[in-house]
Structures are given as structure tokens and as C-alpha cells.
């Protein structure tokens, strides 16, 4: 089966029925793209069976023709009619009949008589043609590798299917030649010939090719395995083979590399070493160089002078030619796409096939080359180190921590853990080793960190590097769903450091306050209050980030002044710290300040926008994702969900994960896909740990919203009442309060209402004093809904939707705009029922929540109100005059144009746009444009 070349397979096929105006046809493309596969696969699909005398050196064709082959080999190019003599040795028996001059032509061109005289390739042609003139039927050439094939031979081939096919137009017999050869085509062929250029393989077929190979890898790994070979067929198949058993990926050099089988081994290192000494060396230095580092080395060579500075051999610039005509490297304009190397698989195999001499010098090269880039000439020095360097592990280190400020984990934690072998002071590298752990940890390596760990207490016993594992250990536990465990280990271990090592003690807390994010336990938040309360005066002035953190995390709602005071001061003069402006965002989310969240978090995590770093941290993807979903974001949330749960499968299924899986289900439910979010829901649960009580009241929630969009209120209410105990507390510290609208609407439905409002008071009275603006917009709809008077609703209606900021929770304020205009139609307040109808059917129809529109329409047509769209429900808010401003704004006529044509001051027309605003829910003229009707006139 070949995979992806179908249009090419018929192009050879209807080549070799119907060779046309050309007999020669020259298939070509880089090594390995499958042109022998294509070529063989194509003449035995034209041919009938072969017989018990067919085979490789002569089978009957479709026309009862004969097929010779021919192949070339890299020894023989300087050899006189090699390749011709391959083509023809089936049939010399033929010479006999062939006439004397013919025949002696053919004899000194094979040397086939001693003392032979030397023969040109125009007396040898004639002869070839007749030779195979006598054979029955058509003749089918087929030369592979024509590249390496001697020019006589070409030359004799390429002029003998020119005489065939002139003759066969005559009723001669035809001779066809089907070549395969790499790069350009050979001159002697490519006269009058035919051409098919092979391209790399489409990502859906290499795709395939790799999922047809016996134990193909797992998804990240399969990834990076197309990655390298770029559509190479070839490369595809062997890398399969090398990494059927390879559970990892090593890091080589210039970075991550898959284990390379000895066919691809010899036949790059073939490549290699058949170019000469100044193409190889340019060849070797761009395998040691990394992503976007090799335009510096071309720009050197452009600027002259280079061979000298930096020690290369004279003769770079035909180097480059050279190389690119060998098909490993491709410059731009020549087709490469971003990469020097034809395919990222070549710049792997030169760099390992190459000793480690030659590496060694390759980084040098670049480490001067790079002079003026500190980072990279710092990789580069480390490189070639040959062993521990003091000076260049501090370089490294130095790298380190920029890559870590602009974003760059990965990065970051390689050259960390560099510097740390780097280094010969074993208290100093177990330093070392711990930054790169918790970068590690950053990228949710949960099995690095434990090495790391493990490493660090081999090294050393030193109290101080001791202090600051325990942080890692509490996460590697936390992260496998057993937060009573981790703050067991935590606190003590803070305890502890806050004498000798109060920042150390202070970065354990703050795994700790991640931990209580999870667990959601109120005796664990007292826990941590207690150790912060021995660490306040000991703070450093590099410890205010982690302290807020901290905090905020400790007790969300109390810390909300200082997190809104710290999100001011970042929009005045933003930061360019990562690390910093990443707690900030995550602070922002877990405050109940969506909106920022979303500005700070997307240029940092947001996998769409160019400035993102590569990779990500599925957890604080899905923080993410949700602050996206409290800002009606929903299409980016249902993403960067998909995005986190793909980035848990790569590494390992875990809290992450559930947490990614819970926003889904929440999504899944709020857009009306029930069973969708059932699903999602009680597969999370089952596969969560019971301790982890963000994901557990997050699917709750989502299976209490399943129920709700299907009409199920009794078993909406039993979800919902379980993020409580039976006495009204929280089962989550914080989270479980983001049902309380919804509890308290299942109950008012399903007469739970007593229940319900028990457990409202609670949390009205828990949150005295720190309820945030989400807060007051979930409480006041719950009391608004089950008050048992019209005027304490409409003032906890009121009073809910004043104190919503707007943009943020739209889901929760449609909410209470649709169980007010419910209350306030059947009370007979029609006017006021449509206007809050309306603008929650509004934004329902935006966030596109379907059951909850469809009740909005259905709510609204009881109030006489036509629904057929979100523009006619709101237009007919409004009067007959308001009507006709909105007809006149949306043209872009002025207040005062309008009031001459309306005969209104222009203060009047104002006023009136004041009111028509809020009724449309637009908040700019230029908005007015869209309710404008096709056709429509204004008188």
C-alpha cells in the first residue's frame, strides 16, 4: 500500500499506456520520498501476471514488451557505459544477429574483446537501438538513481528513446524510459522528457503512513516523530522502528532528537561524507545550531572574512552551493519553509552521525558567531564544555532565568539542569538542580522533579538546599490527588524552615496555599495562616510576590483589595517578568476579576496568539479557560479546555486533567449537550480523587446544569444541595458559592425553598464583609427568587443586577434579567417583565445557551413579545418615536439633524438615546447601525 502518492501513482501508470509526445519520464525528489516504491509499484501494476520466466531482468509488458532495468551506484559514474551495460545484459545474447558495425560498437563499449578500441557514446546509440529493435513488442527502460548513473550510458538512453519515439510514430516499435533520480535532472535525460516532482508527504498521509507502522508511538511522541521526518516516508517508517520500544525523548545537542535506526544512520553519514571538507564543516555547524540561529550564520558568511574570525576553511561560499545541490540543506528561495535543512530529520542524523571532535568545534564556531546573542553563545559554550566549567555554568544559569522571565520553561529548565553539570560544587549544583525542578514542575514533569529530587539528596545535606524540597515533594503528591497528604508534608516542613530559612518556608507555603485551592478545606487555609503568621516580618523585598500569593490564595475574598491594587498598578506600568505576571493572573482569577485575568493570562498562555510561549501548564490553562467562561468567552474556553486536556495526555492524566474535564462538562452543560455532560462529569469523578474538591463541586455543578437545561429540576436541586454539607457549609471554601443562584432557582421549581434558604443564610453570613461583586450578583438573585414578596424580589433583583460590573458573569446576570422578567410578567408588570426578558435573551442568544434562550423566547412570547430574533425582541422595547431615532442614528445623522427632521431639540434626542441604550443593550451609536431593516424608509 502507498500512502499519499495516489495522483502520482496514475501519472506513471498513464505514462507507461500512453507515453504521449514524450517517451521519457524522470520522476524526482529528495532522497527517501519513495520514488523506487513508486516507479517498481507502477510497472508491475501495468503488466499482466509474469509467467514462471518473468522477473527483475526481463517481463512481458502490457503490449508484450520487455522490461530492462538499470540502477546507479556512486563508484560507477566514472565508468564508460556501466549503467548501460546493466540495461542490456539480459538480451546481449541478441549481438550475434546484430550487423558487424553494430554489433563491434556494442562489444568495445562493454569491453567484451581485448585490446578493444575506445568507443563515443553516438556510435553506441545506434547500436542500442537496434538491439532492442529486435526484441518482440515495446521496450520499457527503467534507470533508478540516475544521478549517479556515467553520462555515456545517459547519453545513449536519453537518445535512443528520442529515435524510438520518432520511429514509433512511423509504426516502429517504442522504447520508454522511466528514470528516478534525486535533485536536478540529468541533462543527457532530461531533453524532451517528461518530469514529476515528489514533494514531502501532506500531514494527513504522513499521518497515516505512521499510524499503519507496526506499534506506532503515542500521540506526543508521534508528533515529534512527523516533526523530523517532514513528510519523509522513509524517515517516517524507520524513526517507527527506532522508537517502538523508546519511551522518551533524549535531548541532543541542538534539542529533542528521536533515536535514529543504522539504515538512516548510513545512509545520512553517506550523504555527509561524500561532500567535500568546507561543505561538510557548513553542513556540521548547522546541525549544532539551533532553531533561528542559522540566518546569523549565513549572514556571516555573506559579510566575508568569516573563514578567518571564526576559523572555517576558505571556499564557504561555494560551500553553500554545494551543499544545497546534495539535497541536505535548503536556503530560502529554494523551497525550505523555516528550516535550513531539507527535513529537521537530516540536521539529527548529520548531528549524530558527526564525532564529538567535530561537535565540540561546531559549537565553538557558533559561540562566536552568536557573540553579540548571550543566551544562545551561552548554550553553545556548554555544548562544548568537556567537562564541569564554573564560567559557563553561570552563563547558563543566567540564560536560565531570562528564559524563565520571558516564558520559556522548557528552555529555561534544559540549560538550568546544563549548568547544573556543569558545576563541580556539589551545594552549588544541588542549587542548581532544584531551580531546574521547579521549572520541571512548571511544566508538570511530575517523574523530572522526582529525579531531580532524588539527585539533590545524593548530593548534599546541606540544611538550606534541604528547605526546598519539600515544596516539590508536596506538589508531586498534591498533583496525584492526595492533598491531606501534601499539607501534612508542607506545613511541618514550613514550620520547620521558617527559623533558618524563612523564604524557603515561604515558597512551601505557597505550595501549600495551592494545595488548599484544590482541597478547598477550611481547616487547611488555618493551617496556613498560622505558619504565614511567623514568616510576615521575616519577608524579604523579593519575597512580595509570593507573600500576595500566598494570601490570596489563603482567603480569595479578603485579599481582594490587595490583588485589585496590584492589578491598577500592572495596567499603569505592566511588567516583564513571566513568572510574576502569571501569579498576578491567577490571583485576578481566583478574586473574582475575570476580565483582567483574561488580559493578563492570554499573551501569557492563550495558545492562539504569537506571543504565548510555546507548551503551557494545563492548570493554569484551565484557570484560564474559566476566567474566559465567566467573561462569556465560551468558544476560547471550549479550546483552551481541549488544549489542556491534550497537554495531560502528553504527560500524565492527574488533577490537571480532571480540572481541564470539568470545564468541559460545565461548557458542555451551559450549552445544552446533557448527556455530553454527564459524561465528561462522572468519568472525572470516578477518576478523582475525593480530596480534590475543586473538581468535584465543578461537576456537580455541571451534572445540576445537565438537569436544569433538560427540565429535571428535583435532580438539578440534589446536585446542586450536594456542594453543601446538611448544615449550609461549603464542601469547597470558595467554589461551592458559585451555585447558589442555581440551587436557590431548583428550588423554587421543586418547593425546597425552606432548605434553600437555609443555606443561602449561611453563606450570606460567612461572607459578611468579603463578598466580591459575583458574589452579590449570585446572593441577591437567590433571594430574589425565593423571596416571598414581590417588592423584596424586585429590590434583591435590583439591587444584584446594579452591582454587576458589566462584561463579566454574563451568564449569571442574564440569569437573574430572565427570574426577574419571569416574576415580573406574572405579577402583570409587563413592560418592565419584557425589558428584562429581553436583555437576557440577549445575551443567552450571544453565549449561545440554548435551553436557557429557549425559555427567554418562550418567557417573552407570554409577555406578548414576537421572538424571532434577538434584534425584533428588542426593538419592540421601544416606542414609535424612540423607533424612528434609532432608524435615524443608525444612518449616522446627528442629534441635531434628527431634531429638525422629528421636530425635537437636539437635548431631547438625547435623552432619548440615554434610555433607548440599555433597551437595545448596545453601548455606542455606531451599534444602532445593525437594527436598521433592509429597505426600510425614513420619513
Not at 381 to 387: H, P, R, S, Y
Not at 562 to 569: I, S, T
Not at 795 to 808: D, I, K, T, V, Y
Request: proline fraction near 5%.
Amino acid at each position: 500500500m502507498i500512502v499519499g502518492r495516489e495522483r502520482e501513482s496514475a501519472l506513471i501508470e498513464d505514462f507507461l499506456r500512453h507515453s504521449g509526445r514524450s517517451s521519457v519520464l524522470i520522476v524526482r525528489g529528495d532522497a527517501g520520498l519513495g520514488k523506487t516504491v513508486l516507479i517498481e509499484d507502477a510497472v508491475r501494476r501495468s503488466q499482466p501476471e509474469s509467467g514462471p520466466d518473468g522477473g527483475p531482468d526481463g517481463s512481458d509488458g502490457s503490449d508484450g514488451g520487455m522490461v530492462l532495468r538499470a540502477h546507479g551506484y556512486q563508484g560507477a559514474t566514472t565508468l564508460p557505459f556501466a549503467a548501460l551495460h546493466q540495461l542490456l545484459r539480459p538480451v546481449l545474447g541478441g549481438l550475434d544477429a546484430l550487423p558487424a558495425r553494430e554489433r563491434a560498437a556494442l562489444r568495445a563499449a562493454f569491453a567484451m574483446d581485448s585490446g578493444g578500441r575506445p568507443v563515443e557514446w553516438a556510435e553506441v546509440a545506434p547500436a542500442t537501438l537496434a538491439l532492442l529493435s529486435g526484441l518482440d513488442g515495446g521496450v520499457l527502460l527503467v534507470v533508478d538513481d540516475a544521478q549517479w548513473c556515467d553520462r555515456a550510458s545517459l547519453e545513449v538512453v536519453g537518445s535512443v528513446a528520442r529515435s524510438s519515439n520518432r520511429a514509433a510514430a512511423r509504426g516502429g516499435r517504442p522504447v520508454t524510459v522511466l528514470a528516478g533520480a534525486r535533485g536536478p535532472a540529468p541533462a543527457p535525460l532530461a531533453v524532451g522528457a517528461a518530469e514529476l516532482l515528489l514533494r514531502p508527504l501532506p500531514a494527513e498521509a504522513a499521518d497515516l503512513l505512521l499510524s499503519l507502522q507496526p506499534g506506532p508511538p503515542p500521540e506526543p511522541l508521534a508528533r515529534l516523530l512527523l516533526r523530523e521526518a517532514g513528510g519523509n516516508p522513509l524517515a517516517i517508517i524507520e524513526l517507527a522502528k527506532a522508537t517502538g520500544s523508546w519511551a522518551g525523548v533524549a535531548v541532543h545537542g541542538p534539542g529533542e532528537t528521536l533515536p535514529l535506526t543504522e539504515h538512516l544512520e548510513k545512509f545520512y553519514g553517506a550523504q555527509l561524507e561524500q561532500l567535500p571538507p568546507a561543505a561538510r564543516d557548513l553542513v556540521v555547524t548547522m546541525s549544532a545550531a539551533g532553531d533561528g540561529e542559522w540566518p546569523a550564520i549565513l549572514a556571516a558568511l555573506k559579510a566575508g572574512g568569516l573563514q578567518e574570525e571564526e576559523g572555517l576553511p576558505d571556499g564557504m561560499g561555494a560551500a553553500t552551493s554545494i551543499a544545497v545541490d546534495a539535497g541536505l540543506v535548503a536556503l530560502p528561495g529554494d523551497g525550505a519553509t523555516g528550516q535550513v535543512f531539507r527535513y529537521p530529520l537530516i540536521r539529527s542524523a548529520v548531528y549524530r552521525t558527526i564525532s564529538c571532535e567535530e561537535r565540540r568545534r561546531a559549537h565553538l564556531r557558533l559561540a562566536r558567531i552568536l557573540k553579540n546573542d548571550p543566551d544562545r553563545r551561552a548554550r553553545h559554550l556548554a555544548a562544548a564544555a568537556d567537562g564541569p566549567d564554573e564560567e559557563v555554568a553561570a552563563l547558563l544559569e543566567a540564560a536560565a532565568h531570562r528564559a524563565e522571565e520571558r516564558g520559556a520553561p522548557a528552555e529555561a529548565r534544559t540549560a538550568m539542569e546544563r549548568a547544573a553539570h556543569l558545576t563541580l560544587d556539589p551545594r552549588a549544583r544541588a542549587r542548581r538542580l532544584v531551580k531546574a525542578a521547579r521549572v520541571a514542575l512548571y511544566l508538570e514533569q511530575a517523574g523530572k522533579v522526582e529525579e531531580l529530587i532524588a539527585t539533590v539528596k545524593a548530593l548534599t545535606d546541606d540544611p538550606g538546599v534541604l528547605a526546598l524540597l519539600p515544596s516539590l515533594v508536596g506538589w508531586v503528591i498534591s498533583t496525584g490527588g492526595r492533598q491531606d497528604a501534601a499539607m501534612a508534608l508542607l506545613i511541618p516542613a514550613a514550620e520547620d524552615a521558617a527559623g533558618h530559612a524563612p523564604s524557603a518556608a515561604l515558597t512551601t507555603l505557597g505550595m501549600a496555599a495551592r494545595v488548599v485551592f484544590y482541597s478547598g478545606r477550611r481547616a487547611h487555609r488555618e493551617q496556613i495562616k498560622r505558619v504565614l503568621g511567623l514568616l510576615t516580618a521575616k519577608a524579604g523585598p523579593d519575597d512580595g510576590p509570593a507573600m500576595s500569593w500566598v494570601t490570596a490564595c489563603t482567603d480569595l475574598l479578603a485579599a481582594r483589595d490587595g490583588v485589585r491594587a496590584a492589578l491598577e498598578r500592572e495596567l499603569a506600568s505592566p511588567g516583564r517578568d513571566f513568572v510574576d505576571r502569571l501569579l498576578l493572573g491567577m490571583m485576578a482569577a481566583f478574586g473574582d476579576f475575570p476580565e483582567a485575568a483574561v488580559d493578563l493570562l492570554a499573551p501569557l498562555l492563550d495558545p492562539e496568539q504569537e506571543i504565548a510561549p510555546a507548551g503551557g501548564n494545563s492548570a493554569f490553562l484551565t484557570m484560564y479557560g474559566f476566567a474566559c467562561l465567566e467573561t462569556g468567552r465560551w468558544k476560547k474556553a471550549e479550546s483552551v479546555a481541549e488544549r489542556a486536556v491534550r497537554i495531560c495526555a502528553e504527560i500524565k492524566p492527574g488533577v490537571s486533567a480532571a480540572q481541564a474535564q470539568s470545564l468541559r462538562a460545565i461548557l458542555a452543560a451551559l450549552r445544552g449537550h446533557a448527556e455530553e455532560a454527564r459524561a465528561l462529569a462522572h468519568q472525572t469523578l470516578a477518576g478523582t480523587d475525593a480530596q480534590n474538591r475543586l473538581v468535584t463541586v465543578r461537576c456537580e455543578r455541571a451534572l445540576g446544569l445537565a438537569a436544569t437545561a433538560e427540565g429535571s429540576h428535583e435532580a438539578a436541586y440534589n446536585h446542586f444541595r450536594h456542594l453543601f454539607t446538611s448544615g449550609g457549609e461549603p464542601v469547597h471554601d470558595h467554589h461551592s458559592y458559585h451555585a447558589l443562584a442555581d440551587l436557590a432557582g431548583a428550588a423554587a421549581l421543586t418547593g425546597h425553598v425552606e432548605d434553600a434558604a437555609r443555606v443561602i443564610d449561611a453563606a450570606d453570613a460567612d461572607l459578611a464583609g468579603r463578598r466580591s461583586e459575583r458574589l452579590d450578583l449570585l446572593i441577591g438573585t437567590a433571594r430574589g427568587l425565593l423571596a416571598h414578596s414581590d417588592e423584596d424580589a424586585s429590590r434583591h433583583f435590583e439591587a444584584a443586577l446594579a452591582g454587576c460590573p458589566p462584561g463579566q458573569w454574563p451568564f449569571e446576570r442574564a440569569r437573574a434579567h430572565l427570574e426577574y422578567g419571569q416574576r415580573l410578567r406574572r405579577h402583570y408588570q409587563i413592560q418592565h417583565a419584557r425589558e428584562e426578558l429581553a436583555a437576557a435573551l440577549d445575551i443567552f442568544e450571544r453565549l449561545g445557551a440554548q435551553p436557557w434562550t429557549e425559555r427567554a423566547r418562550i418567557e417573552l412570547r407570554a409577555a406578548g413579545v414576537r421572538s424571532d430574533g434577538p434584534a425584533q425582541s428588542r426593538l419592540d422595547l421601544l416606542t414609535a418615536q424612540e423607533l424612528q431615532i434609532v432608524r435615524l442614528a443608525g444612518q449616522g445623522l446627528t442629534n441635531k439633524e434628527i431634531g429638525e427632521r422629528l421636530f425635537l431639540s437636539h437635548r431631547t434626542v438625547s435623552s432619548h438615546l440615554y434610555r433607548i441604550f440599555p433597551k437595545l443593550g448596545v453601548s455606542t451609536r455606531a451599534q444602532l447601525h445593525t437594527f436598521i431593516g433592509d429597505g426600510e424608509a425614513v420619513d
